[in-house]
């Protein structure tokens, strides 16, 4: 089983719809978890961050975390056009030398105006 | 956020031949991370480096292959060794968000092309 999974895409949603993307984990002590977004040809940036069970809200982004279930979720309200991209789920290890971070396979969103 | 500068950004080399990436940070940090992102996958790690301590690998990436340099808090560098058209991808290096500060941040990457 993979650290982290995430369905690959594409995921199409209308402009205005919402989009959901979904990432399960496999480490049930990971604590921190992070949703970055890849433009094709660009490095990944953080957009949302995640360490407690249940839902944290930025501008048009909620991040759910549900532990028990390993499952991390990202809601994008109201999708546009420059929200398609590569979305990346990552989790934070904890290991002997320090901290790293893993990522799932990206899930690709196509917004459709 | 940290700033990273990586170098260069892209490049086409010979088989059998070898690169190395630059990265160099606007602050000190602790550790340093390279990562691969092969067409069309994911990043994968593939090393942490440390100052003063030789970099720790991850499974399937060997020192041969990959030596990595970390002189002090700002700067390391990965070499790709004796390049194969499978080493086409593209090498991110990555430190963690400044105390404080939530994340990790990428360099730029380099896109490398194997022929």
């Known amino acids: 089983q993979k650290e982290v999974e995430q369905n690959s895409g594409p995921l199409s949603v209308p402009e205005g719809a919402i989009a959901s993307l979904n990432c399960t984990y496999s480490?049930?002590?990971?604590?921190?978890f992070f949703w970055y977004r890849q433009y094709s040809g660009k490095s990944p940036e953080l957009i949302m961050f995640i360490y407690s069970n249940g839902d944290k809200e930025d501008g048009r982004f909620t991040a759910q975390l549900n532990k028990a279930s390993q499952y991390v979720s990202l809601l994008i309200r109201d999708s546009q056009p420059s929200d398609s991209a590569t979305y990346l789920c990552?989790?934070?290890?904890?290991?002997?030398?320090?901290?790293?971070?893993?990522f799932g396979a990206g899930t690709i969103l196509r917004v459709k105006s | 956020s940290a700033v990273i500068s990586q170098k260069p950004s892209r490049d086409i080399c010979q088989r059998g031949t070898s690169l190395t990436i630059q990265c160099q940070v606007d602050s000190q940090v602790t550790m340093m991370f390279w990562y691969r992102q092969q067409p069309g996958q994911s990043l994968t790690l593939i090393a942490t480096a440390n100052q003063g301590s030789e970099a720790t690998y991850e499974s399937g990436f060997v020192i041969d292959k990959f030596p990595i340099s970390r002189p002090n808090l700002t700067f390391s560098t990965l070499t790709v060794s004796n390049m194969s058209p499978e080493d086409s991808s593209i090498y991110l290096c990555?430190?963690?968000?400044?105390?404080?500060?939530?994340?990790?941040?990428f360099g730029s990457g380099t896109r490398l092309t194997v022929v």
């Open positions: 990552a989790v934070e290890l904890y290991m002997e030398y320090g901290n790293k971070l893993v």
């Open positions: 990555s430190v963690e968000g400044r105390t404080g500060e939530v994340g990790y941040t």
């Open positions: 480490d049930r002590g990971s604590q921190s």
